[in-house]
């Protein structure tokens, strides 16, 4: 954002700083050739006055002593005829035959005015020829045509032209400072205060942005922090509320199961059943208080890591091979072949964290593929690190996969399993904190294929 601001503050900058150079440059070539115009036409009054002496007098030799002077003078050339196009005088390397020449003469002859020069630039070479009819009133006794030299003028116009471009330069360079100095003052507070939002979002206790800028984002910034101090307060309250409860329902839940296996001695056979019963439940509910206080914790890392980041890695390939070794006793307890195969991937993840996860689905594949086959794999898909643990079960259904990772969500004809519906939520956070993914898909024949994408260790240390 900021570099669209500036940008904007500095193109309105360029463009008004423009606006008044472009005009100033005009006026400035257009003001010099006006002068050029007036002193050569001035000479060329006094000449057709000296050319209309020498006609009416028949001698023309104060003429060309003037005109061979001026051209000595100013490098100039003129040209002198009479009503009758005979020469007077030439100068300069000017000569009454050439045609252009020629052209100038019939016109001022006939009385016509010149045509316009053309406005001096600094890169103007070309010579200006004009034109002047000598004699008094309709009485035309000759003509004078002068080729004025714009070298000088071109000069003058170019120093005035950097003269001019030298204070756009500073005035833009003036106004660019500005336009850093104020996208800093607007900005400055809100990249602070955007961080700020970002820990609150991230659940961690966020730190109050300082009130700078505007008067009006120096009050929205005393708002957020108003409201960051409501939501935390908020957020500890319901942290607190998670590990009182937990603590509270541990103690009463171990003592329920000690008395719990303290009756089975004593019951009949008859209520072994319901007794039976009630162990499951309360394997249930201690199985749901863990998941839920490991999906609160891994919440808690989620956030911290999407923030901070802890440049930890380790080889997926060799935690995955281990937890697979791990797992080989339940699989064959399931009638499960469990395979690994891949070679080493550089994960941006700790081993801890990735043994979690494949604990989740390994548990997840033993549970609702039994009698079949697992495999373990792991590999590249492009930019990302990828584990994946395929079955040859039933799978899933589309419907069911758009709901497999919604937390407590488990299938109508797994109710009987056990298991909280936590496992793929809890997986997915603690992907979802190292800026990865869990993809679910159904896998070809049957079964259900479950994809980790991580981020690969090279790409983060880059």
């Known amino acids: 954002m900021r570099t669209r601001v500036l940008a904007v503050l500095l193109a309105f900058v360029v463009l008004a700083t423009a606006g008044f150079a472009l005009p100033l440059l005009t006026v400035t070539a257009t003001e010099r050739t006006q002068q050029l115009l007036l002193a050569r036409t001035a000479d060329l009054d006094r000449f057709a006055a000296l050319a209309d002496q020498a006609v009416a007098a028949g001698d023309p030799s104060v003429l060309r002593a003037e005109v061979s002077r001026y051209t000595e003078l100013y490098g100039e050339g003129i040209v002198v005829v009479t009503a009758r196009r005979t020469p007077v005088a030439e100068t300069g390397g000017l000569s009454a035959a050439d045609p252009a020449i020629g052209a100038l003469v019939d016109a001022a002859l006939r009385n016509q005015p010149s045509q316009p020069a053309a406005t001096v630039r600094p890169w103007s070479r070309a010579p200006v020829l004009l034109a002047r009819p000598a004699g008094t009133g309709t009485k035309v006794s000759g003509a004078v045509v002068l080729r004025a030299s714009v070298t000088a003028a071109a000069e003058d116009v170019r120093r005035s032209w950097f003269a001019v471009l030298a204070g756009a330069a500073l005035v833009t360079l003036a106004g660019a400072g500005l336009a850093l100095g104020a996208t800093r003052w607007v900005l400055g507070p809100m990249r602070r205060l955007d961080r700020a939002v970002g820990?609150?979002?991230?659940?961690?206790?966020?730190?109050?942005?300082?009130?700078?800028?505007?008067?009006?984002?120096?009050?929205?910034?005393?708002?957020?922090?108003?409201?960051?101090?409501?939501?935390?307060?908020?957020?500890?309250?319901?942290?607190?509320?998670?590990?009182?409860?937990?603590?509270?329902?541990?103690?009463?839940?171990?003592?329920?199961?000690?008395?719990?296996?303290?009756?089975?001695?004593?019951?009949?056979?008859?209520?072994?059943?319901?007794?039976?019963?009630?162990?499951?439940?309360?394997?249930?509910?201690?199985?749901?208080?863990?998941?839920?206080?490991?999906?609160?914790?891994?919440?808690?890392?989620?956030?911290?890591?999407?923030?901070?980041?802890?440049?930890?890695?380790?080889?997926?390939?060799?935690?995955?091979?281990?937890q697979v070794h791990l797992w080989q006793p339940a699989a064959e307890r399931a009638g499960v072949t469990l395979r690994f195969s891949g070679p080493a991937v550089r994960v941006a993840a700790t081993a801890a964290e990735v043994a979690q996860m494949l604990d989740v689905l390994l548990d997840n594949a033993l549970k609702y593929a039994p009698g079949g086959e697992v495999s373990v794999s792991c590999g590249v898909a492009q930019a990302w690190a990828e584990l994946a643990v395929r079955d040859f079960g039933p799978g899933l259904s589309p419907a069911e996969l758009a709901q497999a990772q919604t937390r407590f969500w488990r299938a109508e004809r797994h109710r009987s399993l056990p298991g909280t519906g936590l496992g793929l939520a809890i997986a997915e956070r603690l992907a979802a904190g190292r800026g990865g993914r869990i993809a679910l898909q159904a896998a070809d024949p049957q079964g259900l294929l479950v994809r980790v994408l991580l981020p690969r260790a090279a790409e983060v240390q880059r």
């Open 199 to 322: 820990r609150l979002t991230a659940g961690l206790r966020p730190v109050h942005a300082d009130l700078a800028g505007p008067p009006e984002l120096r009050q929205l910034t005393a708002g957020f922090n108003r409201m960051s101090d409501a939501v935390t307060a908020a957020l500890d309250q319901q942290r607190r509320l998670v590990a009182d409860t937990s603590h509270q329902m541990r103690n009463p839940m171990t003592a329920l199961r000690l008395r719990v296996d303290a009756l089975r001695s004593s019951l009949p056979a008859s209520a072994s059943r319901t007794y039976e019963g009630a162990v499951g439940e309360l394997d249930r509910l201690e199985g749901l208080l863990d998941d839920l206080l490991t999906l609160a914790t891994a919440e808690h890392r989620a956030g911290e890591l999407s923030l901070s980041g802890d440049g930890a890695w380790c080889d997926a390939a060799a935690v995955a091979e281990a």
